[in-house]
C-alpha cells in the first residue's frame, strides 16, 4: 500500500505541491468530487488556499456512450473532443441532448454540494485540480479544460498515484502534472490505499464547509478581537486551532465554541482518523449550531499514525483523551463546562475507557459505530449517561453493541440506523446519527456548569 488513506495522501501531495513552489494567494484547489475532495482538502490546507469543487460530466457519444466527445462545467462550460465529434459525424441535435441530459445531473450534484455558495473564481488564477488517483485518465483531463475555460491562466494536476503511461497525455491539457506514485502493475486506484472507502455526498459538503471556514479564519485573522480569541469567560465565543499537551507529546486540535456555550463535547476519532475527519466535522456542525462547543484533536502524532499498534492501542488512546480533558479544563472559557465525548471506531472504546476513570469528569457519552467491546473491562466502571448508535446493516458490530450496552450500568441507550453500513455513507444516515447525537448532549450536558 503507498497511502494509508486518503488524508494521507492529501497531506504527502500538500507537501510535494509546497516544496514545487505551488503557493500563494492566486492558487485554488479544485477536488473531483467525491474521493479527490478529501485528498484536495489536506492540499488546500497545506497551500494556505481556497478549496471548490470542480464537477465535471463526460459527454458520451451517442453510438459509444463509454467514448467521450466532450465535457460540461459549471457556468454553461462545454469543451469537445474534436476529432471523435468529426470522426463519428455526431449530429447537432445529438451533442445538443447529451448536453442537456448531463447538465441536469451536473446541476443537482452542485447545488448538493455547494449548498447555495458560488465557485470560486479561477480568472488570472492558477488552478490546482487534486483526485485521489488517476486510471485512464478521460476525467482529469476534461477537469483541466473545464478549469482553462473558466479563466485559470495556468493549471496544475495533482494527484498521488496514476499509472505511467497516463501521464505523457496529461501534459497535454494540464500546465504541469504532479503525481507521487507511478507503479507497475496497475489495476485500479484503491489497490495503492489501505483505506478506500466510499465518500459520501454529505462528507463532501462537510469538507467545503470546513475548508470554508478555514479561508473566514484566514481572512479574519489579522481583525480578530482578542477577546474572542483568547478568552474572556464562558460567554465569549472561541473558533481557533490549539496545541495542547498530552505527556511527551503535543497534539494539535481545533476548538470552536458558539457564543454562550456552557458544554462542550470532545470528539475522540477511531482507526487512526484526524481531527479532519469529514464524518466527525458533519456531526461538530450540527452540535454547534445547537449551541454545543466541540473539540476535534489528533490522538497521534503523524509518525504515531502509521503504526498500526499505536491505532488499536486503547489504553494509550484513553489516556491521550484524559490529557486532553484536564487542558480543556484548565483554559479560562471552558473550566466550568460540562464535558461530553463523542467516540467513533476505536475513538469510542477509548471514550468509555476514559469515562471509567474514578475521577472522571465527563457527564455524557456518544459512540457512532464505535468498538465498545474493546473497553470491555471497564464497562461497568462507566457512570456518563452514554449512547451507542449503531447501523443497522452493520451486523457484526451492531452485536458487539448489544453485548457492550449489557455489561453497562449506568443510564445508556442503543440507537440503531436503518439502513447504514458501519461508516454512515448512505443518504441521510450521518444526518440521523448526528442529530441523535445532539440529542443525547442537550439532554444531558444541560443545567448548572460542573465544579471546577
Known amino acids: 500500500m503507498s497511502f494509508v488513506d486518503r488524508v494521507d495522501a492529501g497531506r504527502r501531495l500538500g507537501e510535494r505541491l509546497s516544496a514545487r513552489g505551488v503557493v500563494g494567494r492566486d492558487v485554488v484547489v479544485l477536488g473531483l468530487p467525491r474521493g479527490g475532495v478529501p485528498v484536495a482538502f489536506e492540499v488546500a490546507r497545506a497551500l494556505g488556499a481556497p478549496l471548490d469543487v470542480l464537477v465535471v460530466r463526460k ?9 467521450a466527445m466532450g465535457a460540461i462545467g459549471e457556468g454553461g462550460v462545454r469543451v469537445l473532443n474534436d476529432d471523435v465529434v468529426a470522426g463519428l459525424r455526431v449530429r447537432s441535435d445529438d451533442l445538443a441532448a447529451a448536453d442537456d441530459r448531463e447538465r441536469a445531473i451536473l446541476v443537482r450534484r452542485v447545488a448538493r454540494f455547494r ?6 473564481s479561477l480568472t488570472g488564477r492558477t488552478a490546482v485540480i ?14 483541466c479544460r473545464i478549469a482553462r475555460a473558466r479563466g485559470a ?30 507503479p507497475s502493475p496497475f489495476f485500479a486506484v484503491g489497490q495503492f490505499y489501505a483505506d478506500f472507502s466510499e465518500v459520501s455526498d454529505e462528507e463532501v459538503s462537510a469538507l467545503l464547509d470546513a475548508a470554508m471556514d478555514e479561508e473566514h479564519r484566514r ?37 470552536s465554541v458558539p457564543e454562550g456555550a456552557d458544554a462542550v463535547v470532545v470528539f475522540v476519532h477511531g482507526s487512526g482518523s484526524s481531527r479532519f475527519s469529514p464524518r466527525n466535522r458533519f456531526v461538530s456542525g450540527i452540535l454547534t449550531r445547537a449551541g454545543l462547543g466541540t473539540l476535534l484533536f489528533d490522538l497521534l502524532t503523524p509518525e504515531e499514525e502509521r503504526d498500526r499498534g499505536a491505532v488499536f492501542d486503547i489504553e494509550l488512546l484513553a489516556t491521550r483523551l484524559v490529557a486532553v480533558t484536564a487542558w480543556l479544563r484548565s483554559q479560562p472559557g471552558s473550566s466550568r463546562m460540562r464535558i461530553g465525548y463523542f467516540g467513533a471506531s476505536t475513538g469510542a472504546a477509548a471514550a468509555l475507557w476514559a469515562a471509567a476513570e474514578p475521577d472522571s469528569v465527563v457527564t455524557a457519552v456518544v459512540s457512532r459505530g464505535g468498538r465498545p467491546d474493546l473497553a470491555t473491562e471497564r464497562l461497568a466502571a462507566v457512570r ?7 447501523g443497522g446493516d ?13 455489561k453497562l450500568r449506568c443510564e445508556s441507550r442503543l440507537v440503531v440506523v436503518p439502513g447504514a453500513t458501519h461508516l454512515f455513507e448512505e443518504p441521510g ?5 448526528g442529530e441523535a447525537a445532539r440529542d443525547w448532549f442537550l439532554a444531558h450536558l444541560a443545567g448548572e456548569p460542573t465544579p471546577s
Open 384 to 390: 456518563a449517561a452514554t449512547q451507542l448508535i449503531v
Open 59 to 67: 459527454l458520451g457519444a451517442p453510438s459509444q456512450p463509454e467514448l
Open 153 to 182: 491562466t495556468r493549471v496544475v494536476l495533482a494527484v498521488p498515484v496514476a499509472p505511467t503511461r497516463q501521464i505523457p497525455g496529461l501534459d497535454r491539457d494540464a500546465d504541469e502534472v504532479i503525481c507521487l506514485e507511478t
Open 130 to 143: 487534486v483526485d485521489d488517483g488517476i486510471a485512464t485518465g478521460s476525467t482529469a483531463r476534461a477537469a
Open 115 to 120: 449548498s447555495g455558495r458560488p465557485p470560486v
Open 429 to 433: 444516515t450521518l444526518q440521523t446519527a
Open 219 to 255: 481572512t479574519a485573522a489579522a481583525h480578530r478581537d482578542e477577546a474572542t480569541t483568547r478568552g474572556g469567560g464562558r460567554s465569549g465565543a472561541r473558533d481557533d486551532d490549539v496545541e495542547i499537551p498530552a505527556g511527551p507529546v503535543t497534539l494539535a486540535g481545533h476548538r
Open 394 to 406: 452493520d451486523d457484526v458490530v451492531l452485536e458487539l453493541n448489544r453485548r457492550a450496552a449489557a
